[in-house]
DNA sequence: GAGCATACCTACTCGTGCGTAGGGTTACGC
DNA sequence: GCGTAACCCTACGCACGAGTAGGTATGCTC
């Protein structure tokens, strides 16, 4: 008999995305435990089951999420940082991309990034991430150093590429809990840290020459 | 009639540290919301009611944790770097007690850490804490920098501070997870990147000339 | 050695939230 | 215009885990 329905029947490629949308918006909200099935279907605008019907269970919800925010991200860093242009002006663009997006994405990736560390079964995931972008840094500074005909042991190179991607991602965090603050400044000071901090040390300087 | 009771009647005070003990190996093996008040019972060799008549509920429990963990941190650090030193020795004696520290409790503190920053009810906590660590940080960077009749605006100081901080726990999780590291050698590697970086740029050094 | 506080237990209640069973309706191909 | 597949729903079952009720034993004090 049909009173004109409420909902409109829409096809499956964009009720996922509405659900990953809503996924992501209460994971990060409340984090993944205490997130709700039921939450997520009623802001996506839909039914329990549905969800399950499409991306199945929670763990695997979050992973998709996970999935899709990552791939965004990575790819809007690799399309600014041209692999032709000199290192520090891809360290620059990149860095520039990645607050961008995180400004762009405030509650939405930040949080859900801090989510993922915590949770064993996810944590994985996300350090396969980190060890990609680990390896692209440690990547640049290696290819600057050997442009000035310099070399410096791997481990270092990983080493140092690891805390600055760890600063990195520190300030990010800084700048998703502060709505005020500018994603371009951010960068700038980032890259100074970085690229001056980093360019220092690589370069034969050392604060106390290690004794052990 | 008594068959000697199979359980030692412990004072109050032992018990609970008993209890403390279990809840972080528990919190920090499967996360907050995932650990059950029975396995933390269970493996502080108690019974659950004893545990909710000492520390109470579970978020009482987890942020009793965080208490104390974090306090222990704080004094070996602040143990450590006696402020009447120079700034760049403080700065060193600071990383190693809190390498140090992190390499002692591996898997204790670093994943309890971790776990705080996801879900709300503690981030507040953990903030505090960091608010703290990089006060004291940007502190001596502005200490070491008056000394040279230097001067640089609050806000950069605390951002490069903030930067540091973030470094540094990056590299906390990374010696974490690498039971074979070393806490001295990576203290000695966080302690160049912060030096050296922070210090070149808050000399005025910059990368390139903030165009906004 | 009686009284009392403290340490300690077993065995429940009850809410919450994941995942599903089973069924209805709209569109699209033929 | 009719079958069939895709879309969508209202319920539920069921497990798990937080927190509690109510009681027992042990040691300490006077």
């Given at each position: 008999m049909s009173t004109a329905p409420a909902f409109k029947r829409l096809p499956r490629a964009v009720r996922e995305q509405q659900m990953l949308d809503a996924a992501v918006k209460v994971f990060s909200r409340r984090g993944f435990h205490a997130a709700s099935m039921d939450e997520i279907a009623e802001d996506a605008g839909i039914s329990k089951p549905m969800v399950y019907a499409y991306l199945g269970t929670k763990e695997e919800l979050f992973v998709a999420c996970l999935h899709?925010?990552?791939?965004?991200?990575?790819?809007?860093?690799?399309?600014?940082?041209?692999?032709?242009?000199?290192?520090?002006?891809?360290?620059?663009?990149?860095?520039?991309?990645?607050?961008?997006?995180?400004?762009?994405?405030?509650?939405?990736?930040?949080?859900?990034?801090?989510?993922?560390?915590?949770e064993q079964p996810f944590a994985g995931e996300l350090a396969t991430m980190r060890a990609r972008l680990v390896e692209v840094v440690a990547g640049m500074l290696d290819h600057a150093l050997r442009a000035e005909g310099r070399e410096v042991a791997g481990t270092d190179l990983e080493v140092v590429a690891y805390a600055l991607v760890g600063a990195t991602e520190s300030l990010a965090d800084w700048l998703a809990d502060h709505p005020e603050a500018d994603p371009e400044k951010t960068a700038t000071r980032m890259m100074n840290v970085a690229w001056l901090g980093a360019g220092q040390l690589l370069h034969g300087v050392t604060w106390r020459p290690a004794s052990d």
């Amino acid at each position: 008999m049909s009173t004109a329905p409420a909902f409109k029947r829409l096809p499956r490629a964009v009720r996922e995305q509405q659900m990953l949308d809503a996924a992501v918006k209460v994971f990060s909200r409340r984090g993944f435990h205490a997130a709700s099935m039921d939450e997520i279907a009623e802001d996506a605008g839909i039914s329990k089951p549905m969800v399950y019907a499409y991306l199945g269970t929670k763990e695997e919800l979050f992973v998709a999420c996970l999935h899709r925010e990552g791939t965004r991200m990575m790819q809007a860093i690799a399309g600014a940082a041209a692999p032709d242009l000199p290192a520090d002006e891809r360290l620059w663009r990149g860095l520039r991309a990645f607050f961008g997006f995180v400004g762009a994405y405030r509650d939405g990736w930040a949080v859900l990034y801090r989510q993922a560390r915590g949770e064993q079964p996810f944590a994985g995931e996300l350090a396969t991430m980190r060890a990609r972008l680990v390896e692209v840094v440690a990547g640049m500074l290696d290819h600057a150093l050997r442009a000035e005909g310099r070399e410096v042991a791997g481990t270092d190179l990983e080493v140092v590429a690891y805390a600055l991607v760890g600063a990195t991602e520190s300030l990010a965090d800084w700048l998703a809990d502060h709505p005020e603050a500018d994603p371009e400044k951010t960068a700038t000071r980032m890259m100074n840290v970085a690229w001056l901090g980093a360019g220092q040390l690589l370069h034969g300087v050392t604060w106390r020459p290690a004794s052990d």
